[in-house]
């Protein structure tokens, strides 16, 4: 993320493995300061340290970052980049919780995820001491903590740290783009037939319509190209999930609470946390932004840009959650957007701007896996015709990959639960306090309290992993063995 790269959330998301470190000196500490209880960690700390800086009180610490963003740009970049698709599964999630216990369970999980943001960001700042250079992108704390790690046993696992991570974020960002073919294909099919009257194109028929204007956009490979079109999938995302919401509460039978479940099992709860852990899989994204801001220091701290963000993100996913279950009931679709009254003009509007803004993210999801894969494809071809040849069919070829499996379970909540569940919880609960344990080994705290928390989370992490991962492949595969046709769209 630089100049070049200015919008989507996603496109936050996927730069982590593209952020190069420059040596430089450890940056200066700004003291934060507190008015009248409300944080000024935004735009009006960085008018406050602009003064400091004129006086020569201040250095920012970031010398060689060209346009580095303001504590509020980087809040915004946040917010867009932990709000997405994700969000709109959020009352599947409830239904496999219960409507009490899914909103209980929204903040506890969302307080482990910001914590584990906290320490893969104390971990970056030490290493980044400790290797004297200015920032680190995730994978590279990762190898960082293990190659540098005083615990000098484990100094051999840093490479495979590495592309243990590497395989996860590309594993994640592919199932993103599955994800994404289902939800475009599905959203676009039922305002397009409801709006004219039917066309007789299936689902699927949508699916292969939009295959080859996203390979051409995915033979974009420059960031900058795909900026213009981050920014316009941004605000046209930020327009639907405000007319989603207004369908959430809209002449909401509040007398209806009392016959949806206050739990629905411990049989269930393993989705529950797939959902929510994938709708909460942001942190690939905390290091970038963290790096690009002019005065780096507001991001962390109790009352820093991170903090202020997420807590906003909780609220935003426990009330999507809470109110869409609380609508729609056991009826609730992979995507909410499905929901809405598919005869409604607004209603259609809505899921032509949702599959729009995601057809458009598609491209830069997609730019993580295609930047790491293609160079191992092309390095043994010498001949730079043959490489773009070889490079352009292999982009293809990934793209059509996700389109059969997005083809094969055409079911939005099946691939969000298999992602969160091996992908997400890996990333966002098993790596972070690992790594930070690895850093500061052996510092543990009092009692070893940082090795007894990080061995709590990483269980969590591991319970959720599992049990998650075995649910979703037991639903794929009754999915895959007994298919149930999808109910026929009525436009009333």
């Not at 869409?324 to 003009?345: C, D, F, M, R």
């Not at 599992?466 to 595969?477: D, H, K, P, R, W």
């Amino acid at each position: 993320m630089g100049s070049d790269n200015q919008a989507s959330p996603i496109d936050q998301k996927s730069i982590v493995l593209n952020d190069i470190t420059t040596p430089n000196k450890s940056q200066a500490k700004v003291e934060l300061h507190i008015t009248g209880g409300v944080p000024q960690t935004l735009s009006s700390l960085d008018n406050i340290n602009d003064e400091k800086k004129s006086k020569g009180q201040v250095d920012t610490g970031r010398k060689n970052v060209t346009h580095p963003t303001s504590s509020f740009e980087t809040l915004i970049h946040l917010l867009k980049g932990n709000i997405g698709p994700g969000i709109l599964n959020m009352p599947e999630a409830f239904l496999n919780a219960g409507l009490y216990v899914g909103l209980i369970g929204v903040p506890i999980i969302g307080i482990i995820c910001i914590h584990c943001m906290q320490l893969l960001l104390q971990s970056s700042k030490i290493l980044c001491v400790r290797k004297d250079c200015e920032f680190l992108s995730y994978e590279q704390t990762a190898e960082a903590a293990f190659s540098t790690s005083s615990w000098i046993r484990i100094r051999r696992y840093a490479s495979a740290v590495k592309i243990g991570m590497i395989t996860f974020l590309v594993l994640t960002q592919l199932g993103f783009c599955c994800v994404y073919f289902v939800f475009v294909s599905q959203n676009l099919y039922q305002a397009i037939e409801c709006m004219t009257g039917g066309t007789g194109i299936s689902e699927l028929g949508y699916m292969v319509i939009i295959i080859l204007p996203i390979v051409i956009m995915c033979y974009i490979s420059e960031l900058k190209y795909l900026a213009p079109i981050s920014l316009a999938a941004g605000l046209i995302q930020s327009v639907g999930f405000v007319f989603t919401f207004y369908y959430l509460v809209k002449d909401l039978n509040t007398g209806e609470v009392q016959e949806l479940p206050f739990f629905a099992g411990w049989m269930k709860m393993p989705l529950y946390f797939s959902s929510a852990i994938y709708a909460f899989e942001g942190i690939g994204l905390i290091l970038p932004l963290e790096n690009k801001m002019k005065y780096p220091d507001h991001f962390g701290g109790s009352l820093g840009v991170l903090n202020c963000g997420m807590v906003a993100v909780v609220t935003i996913f426990a009330a999507v959650g809470y109110f869409g279950y609380l609508q729609y009931g056991a009826e609730v679709e992979g995507s909410i957007t499905l929901n809405l009254p598919p005869g409604e003009t607004l209603a259609q509007c809505v899921k032509l701007l949702m599959g729009l803004s995601v057809f458009m993210t598609y491209p830069i999801q997609f730019y993580v896996p295609a930047s790491i894969l293609t160079p191992f494809v092309v390095a043994k071809i010498t001949s730079p015709s043959k490489k773009k040849i070889v490079g352009t069919a292999f982009k293809t070829s990934l793209v059509l990959l996700t389109f059969s499996l997005a083809a094969i379970i055409p079911n939005i909540g099946l691939f969000i639960n298999l992602v969160g569940s091996v992908s997400s919880s890996t990333l966002a609960l098993i790596f972070p306090p690992l790594v930070h344990l690895v850093t500061v080994w052996p510092n543990t705290g009092k009692y070893n309290y940082i090795a007894i928390k990080a061995l709590l989370i990483v269980s969590f992490g591991l319970l959720g992993f599992s049990t998650g991962t075995y649910s979703s492949l037991v639903a794929i595969f009754e999915y895959l063995a007994n298919p149930t046709p999808a109910p026929e769209l009525v436009c009333e």
